[in-house]
């Protein structure tokens, strides 16, 4: 199974068991439009449902990671309840079972911030930056970005830039703990690329079941979140993977695994 765009404004390509989807709307700093947020439910879907894709990477094409959703189109919606039930791109990354990691090639502002937010592991280019400017237009976000950006950073550095909404630089955002790394820009995407082969590389199931499990981590009290690992250690401990797993550490050789 290959996974494709059916729109030319998110590109998806493959290599190995690692997909990278890049928004290319360069010309509109890869803002987002109802139509691309659709396009990438249908992408989602596809790569949660391809055994051979094992991570993604999720950037985009010139300056911009992303600057949130286009502005310019949100006036289509006949009423706010409209707006609110719409198919939104953050939803659509939340969906997605492969670990995925933000390449942040420029600027990750509104609901690119979000974006970023809503991906397992976020690496930046040197030239980027970071902002949550919802206020400025009077309103706030709405795909995760306080919840997420307090769970990054800290309750007073998420106030710092929900309320004020000015945008801070990669090295900021890195002591800051928004972005595990900072590279310069012409190496971003083969770090990125590079990261995704290591975790694809890992047993599929260890590795989406680590990722549903940090998901609890961040939802469940304590006691109920280490139970919840419990059992889903037990599960992978059980999986084909894992008894593969056993046998190349008692083997001293790599590992071979499939999925199961």
Same mark, same amino acid.
């Given at each position: 199974?290959?996974?494709?765009?059916?729109?030319?404004?998110?590109?998806?390509?493959?290599?190995?068991?690692?997909?990278?989807?890049?928004?290319?709307?360069?010309?509109?700093?890869?803002?987002?439009?109802?139509?691309?947020?659709?396009?990438?439910?249908?992408?989602?879907?596809?790569?949660?449902?391809?055994? #051979?894709?094992? !991570?993604?990477?999720?950037?985009?094409?010139?300056?911009?990671?992303?600057?949130?959703?286009?502005?310019?189109?949100?006036?289509?919606?006949?009423?706010?309840?409209?707006?609110?039930?719409?198919?939104?791109?953050?939803?659509?990354?939340?969906?997605?079972?492969?670990?995925?990691? !933000?390449?942040?090639?420029?600027?990750?502002?509104?609901?690119?911030? #979000?974006?970023?937010?809503?991906?397992?592991?976020?690496?930046?280019?040197?030239?980027?930056?970071?902002?949550?400017?919802?206020?400025?237009?009077?309103?706030?976000?709405?795909?995760?970005?306080?919840?997420?950006?307090?769970?990054?950073?800290?309750?007073?550095?998420?106030?710092?830039?929900?309320?004020?909404?000015?945008?801070?630089?990669?090295?900021?955002?890195?002591?800051?703990?928004?972005?595990?790394?900072?590279?310069?820009?012409?190496?971003?995407?083969?770090?990125?690329?590079?990261?995704?082969?290591?975790?694809?590389?890992?047993?599929?199931?260890?590795?989406?079941?680590?990722?549903?499990?940090?998901?609890?981590?961040?939802?469940?009290?304590?006691?109920?979140?280490?139970?919840?690992?419990? #059992?889903?250690?037990?599960?992978?401990?059980?999986?084909?993977?894992?008894?593969?797993?056993?046998?190349?550490?008692?083997?001293?050789?790599?590992?071979?695994?499939?999925?199961?």
């Amino acid at each position: 199974m290959t996974v494709t765009s059916d729109t030319a404004q998110i590109a998806v390509e493959t290599e190995g068991h690692v997909a990278t989807v890049r928004l290319n709307r360069p010309e509109k700093l890869n803002a987002v439009t109802q139509s691309m947020s659709d396009a990438l439910v249908r992408i989602v879907r596809a790569l949660n449902d391809d055994a #051979e894709i094992r !991570a993604v990477v999720y950037t985009g094409t010139g300056r911009a990671f992303s600057a949130g959703s286009d502005i310019s189109t949100l006036d289509q919606y006949a009423t706010p309840w409209e707006f609110r039930n719409r198919r939104d791109y953050c939803d659509a990354l939340r969906e997605l079972r492969k670990p995925v990691i !933000a390449a942040v090639n420029g600027y990750a502002f509104g609901g690119g911030l #979000e974006a970023s937010l809503t991906c397992d592991i976020r690496l930046a280019a040197d030239s980027a930056s970071f902002a949550a400017p919802e206020i400025k237009l009077g309103w706030i976000g709405g795909g995760g970005m306080s919840v997420l950006l307090a769970n990054s950073i800290g309750a007073s550095n998420a106030a710092l830039m929900l309320m004020s909404g000015d945008a801070i630089d990669a090295q900021r955002a890195l002591a800051w703990g928004l972005v595990s790394e900072v590279v310069p820009a012409d190496g971003l995407l083969a770090r990125a690329q590079e990261l995704a082969a290591t975790i694809a590389s890992r047993p599929p199931i260890a590795a989406e079941t680590a990722k549903a499990n940090l998901r609890a981590a961040w939802n469940l009290p304590q006691d109920q979140a280490i139970a919840y690992e419990r #059992e889903m250690q037990g599960i992978t401990f059980a999986t084909a993977d894992a008894a593969e797993g056993r046998a190349a550490f008692a083997q001293k050789r790599p590992g071979l695994f499939q999925g199961r």
